[in-house]
């Protein structure tokens, strides 16, 4: 914890006998924070806080998230800017290095992430491993542990040299591991990278190519999967960026760290929910049945939620809600499907849930994952893939947070503490006296 944001201020907790001053911290933005680090050591009791719903577990420079003022900033930057004027590979730059890129440094960063996309020939026999039937989620959680074993000359991580090898090549790796799960899923022979296309192009051209005929990328379809990919690229500290820190911390090689990401992301709470979402959409099928669901999702008995609904920071709105809102009415009226019915019911649910009361005194709005299920769909991908292109585009927040986490000399295992409500000792009891 740099010392510059150490306040004057103090916070003062009092409890049986004891009365501790602790140090309070001012974030360049956001509330206050009560340094609690010796908290046990000075006054020997712990925190309870499951969830993490008050707690800080680091410091970071990457991402602020205003979630009253639904605002998200990547390094002071906009997301609905970075979404409009900005490309994935120039928000990969910024959030792995700080800055924007000057020309210069944005082709040498291209350049390098494309000369890395194509996975060591022996890979193809590790996805050959798995079962036809898979999930592509489960797919890539075990082909990006298994990088580890591909590419260990990136997995010493304290050599920034190795550590920004690794970078690149996760970052230019995870589109032809998404795309060769998904190719793989469908029995269709894998398809090479393309390094003459852009990013979001080339993954596009490695899911829907095939040998037997040319298969030409639709610009604006390139355009928005790549502001689907800016949408994702990172979030602060959710479940699965503290899973990566936490992963991390124990010293593990980024490639397993990062399958630990992609693990966590899968639940329907996290990533998931683009996947559940649009599934949600197609059950309720028309408008007349979205009361029945609202009334579902109401209902404490039932553990139905709105998929695509809420969010743990944002309760004003999700501002990539907003975008991907705008990119899914640009992308279906250039497919010539503007009247999807799907689009219809998700339009209609959105008014209805934000005028209902439940919604608005738990402050519930459209989360990301509301609208781009729509999009991919509308792109061509099977619902199972909408989560392995979240975890594509969410890989270069993982590992930007893992760098600025390795690069911190004060770095510590994770290794949170427990209220412990079990049985206290006792004596074990031979079998035949129990
Ligand atoms: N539908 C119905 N009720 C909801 C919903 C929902 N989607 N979300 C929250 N609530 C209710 C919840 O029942 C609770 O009510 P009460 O206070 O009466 O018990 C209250 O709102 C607060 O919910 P919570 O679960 O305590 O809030 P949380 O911050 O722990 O959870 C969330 C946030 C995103 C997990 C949750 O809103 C949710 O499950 N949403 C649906 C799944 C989803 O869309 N997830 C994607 C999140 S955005 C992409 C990402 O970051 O991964």
Redesign the pocket.
Same mark, same amino acid.
């Given at each position: 914890m740099p010392d510059t944001h150490r306040d004057a201020k103090t916070a003062t907790l009092s409890f049986g006998d004891k009365t501790l001053e602790l140090p309070m911290l001012t974030p360049t933005a956001g509330p206050d924070v009560i340094d609690i680090r010796k908290l046990y050591s000075q006054g020997g009791v712990f925190t309870y806080d499951p969830?993490f719903?008050s707690t800080a577990s680091c410091d970071s420079t990457i991402t602020y998230i205003d979630g009253d003022k639904g605002e998200l900033l990547h390094r002071g930057y906009p997301i609905d800017q970075l979404a409009e004027k900005s490309h994935f590979l120039e928000v990969c730059y910024l959030l792995l290095y700080g800055d924007l890129p000057t020309a210069d440094q944005l082709e040498d960063f291209e350049s390098r992430v494309t000369s890395h996309t194509m996975l060591h020939e022996q890979m193809q026999y590790f996805f050959r491993g798995f079962r036809r039937d898979a999930h592509p989620m489960a797919t890539m959680v075990g082909v990006v542990g298994a990088m580890s074993a591909f590419y260990h000359d990136s997995t010493d991580i304290h050599d920034p040299w190795q550590r920004e090898v690794a970078t690149i090549r996760l970052i230019a790796k995870m589109p032809t591991i998404a795309a060769w799960a998904y190719k793989y899923h469908i029995g269709q022979p894998f398809i090479y990278p393309r390094n003459d296309l852009d990013y979001a192009a080339n993954f596009l051209h490695m899911c829907f190519a095939v040998p037997a005929e040319t298969y030409n990328v639709n610009p604006i379809i390139a355009r928005a999967m790549d502001r689907i990919f800016t949408l994702h690229a990172d979030?602060e500290q $959710? +479940?699965?960026t503290s899973t990566v820190r936490l992963a991390s911390s124990s010293g593990a090689n980024p490639f397993a760290c990062i399958a630990a990401g992609i693990a966590c992301?899968w639940g329907? +709470?996290?990533?998931? +929910? $683009?996947q559940?979402?649009l599934e949600m959409l197609r059950e309720i099928g028309s408008p007349n049945r979205i009361p029945e669901f609202i009334e579902r999702? &109401?209902d &404490?008995d039932d553990p139905?939620?709105?998929?695509? /609904?809420?969010?743990?920071?944002?309760k004003n709105f999700?501002p990539r809600a907003r975008v991907m809102k705008q990119s899914a009415d640009e992308v279906l009226e250039l497919l010539g499907i503007e009247n999807n019915p799907t689009l219809q019911v998700a339009k209609e649910l959105e008014a209805i849930a934000l005028k209902d009361d439940? /919604?608005v005194e &738990?402050?519930?709005y459209p $989360?990301?994952?509301?609208y781009s299920g729509i999009i991919l769909d509308a792109i061509g991908f099977p619902t199972s893939m909408f989560t392995p292109i /979240?975890a594509l585009a969410r890989t270069v927040g993982w590992v930007s947070q893992w760098k600025e986490m390795i690069a911190d000399p004060q770095l510590k295992i994770g290794r949170p503490r427990q209220l412990y409500v079990g049985a206290t000792s006792r004596d074990y009891v031979d079998v035949e006296n129990r």
């Open positions: 969830g719903t979030h $959710n +479940a699965s992301l329907p +709470a996290h990533g998931g +929910a $683009n559940a979402c999702a &109401k &404490k139905f939620r709105l998929m695509g /609904f809420g969010h743990r920071v944002y999700d439940y /919604f &738990k402050k519930l $989360n990301v994952d509301f /979240f």
